[in-house]
């Protein structure tokens, strides 16, 4: 299989990058602008395979898309670009609409003008596979059901009503124009090479050096956590198995709330890594909460580990502990990044 896949400098997309060189027989033509959240890093490991090439193009340009589709002709797209941090989004909406919303539409229109040249059986076996959060779904109560494939949606930042939006053009795409597109709705991702302003690398990387450890309100916010190696297998096999029309909503069933998740990360820390100043829960500091913080979100994923023969790998704890120690191991990465691109700052303190 051809794969055309966008975001694949990016935490999950790169993700997905490794597993298709390193555990299939596919070949995967990386698309990404290369924000600041993109490193190409993350792909280094692969980017000598003769079944890997990439294209610097922003999702927002059509007719460059237009030229990838037909110089590269791919039985399928796995489309991973987006802005996806909500603290951002509420400072700076507008990236946000651009992305996730033209973005997603100007690759609809440039998938469906190659798709309408292929011949029946291409056509017939032409997947678009749309990669979304869970945070369309809106916020659980804390003894709330997980979500499912047919909660229906209520995002409530702009960063989820963008990516609302987007499932809504995908699927829009597939009743009115029949492209055989395809949704997927995760959970919080976490593992290696996870950009620094998210909760647990931003965590793992203070608690090293010693620094503070935010934590919103009262630490009390509920996610459900899927491993991104985990999370990459399931892409992988969707793209493979999956069915136009359909959506699966993929997770690893290990809700924990945010304060239980600082505190294993200074767990493993102090285990791997004593401190000699003591325990690293000391700088544990609570901080004024993101507004409109959601409180809850975890997913049933029974219908995607039924349908897709998949099933996460990693609980919570093995989960942590590799991505730690990654995170020991790889200190020039982080650290670059933190004197160029992102020092550690809070976001998303926009006032209502």
Not at 77 to 97: N, Q
Not at 151 to 174: E, G, N
Request: net charge negative.
């Amino acid at each position: 299989m051809r794969i055309l896949l966008t975001g694949g400098c990016g935490f999950i997309g790169s993700a997905v990058v490794r597993h298709i060189i390193g555990a299939t027989e596919h070949s995967v033509l990386n698309v990404d602008c290369m924000t600041y959240a993109a490193s190409p890093e993350t792909v280094a490991a692969v980017a000598s395979s003769d079944r890997y090439q990439f294209a610097q193009v922003n999702i927002t340009d059509g007719p460059a898309l237009a030229k990838l589709f037909e110089d590269f002709r791919p039985d399928a797209v796995m489309h991973l670009a987006a802005e996806s941090h909500v603290d951002r989004s509420i400072d700076g909406p507008g990236v946000f609409i651009q992305t996730n919303v033209v973005g997603t539409y100007t690759l609809l229109e440039a998938a469906r003008g190659y798709w309408q040249t292929l011949d029946e059986t291409a056509r017939k076996a032409f997947r678009f596979h749309h990669i979304s959060t869970d945070e369309v779904f809106g916020a659980l109560e804390l003894d709330d059901p997980p979500f499912t494939e047919t909660t229906p949606y209520d995002p409530r930042s702009p960063y989820s009503a963008s990516k609302a939006s987007s499932d809504h053009l995908v699927r829009a795409w597939y009743h009115t124009y029949g492209l055989p597109t395809f949704v997927t709705n995760t959970t919080n991702n976490y593992g290696i090479w996870h950009f620094p302003e998210k909760l647990i690398p931003l965590v793992t990387i203070n608690a090293i050096e010693g620094k503070e450890l935010p934590v919103y309100g009262k630490g009390e916010n509920v996610r459900d956590w899927l491993f991104v190696e985990d999370h990459a297998e399931a892409l992988v096999k969707a793209v493979e198995v999956g069915k136009p029309g359909e959506t699966y909503a993929i997770g690893a069933r290990q809700p924990r709330t945010n304060l239980e998740v600082v505190k294993t990360i200074c767990s493993v820390l102090d285990e791997l890594v004593p401190d000699p100043a003591g325990p690293r829960e000391r700088l544990i500091r609570f901080v004024t909460d993101r507004p409109g913080h959601d409180f809850k979100y975890e997913i049933d994923p029974t219908h995607a580990e039924t349908e897709l023969g998949w099933k996460a790998k990693h609980n919570f704890e093995s989960g942590i502990r590799r991505t730690i120690q990654w995170y020991l191991d790889n200190r020039d990465w982080w650290e670059s990044i933190r004197s160029r691109r992102y020092t550690g700052e809070r976001l998303g303190q926009a006032k209502k």
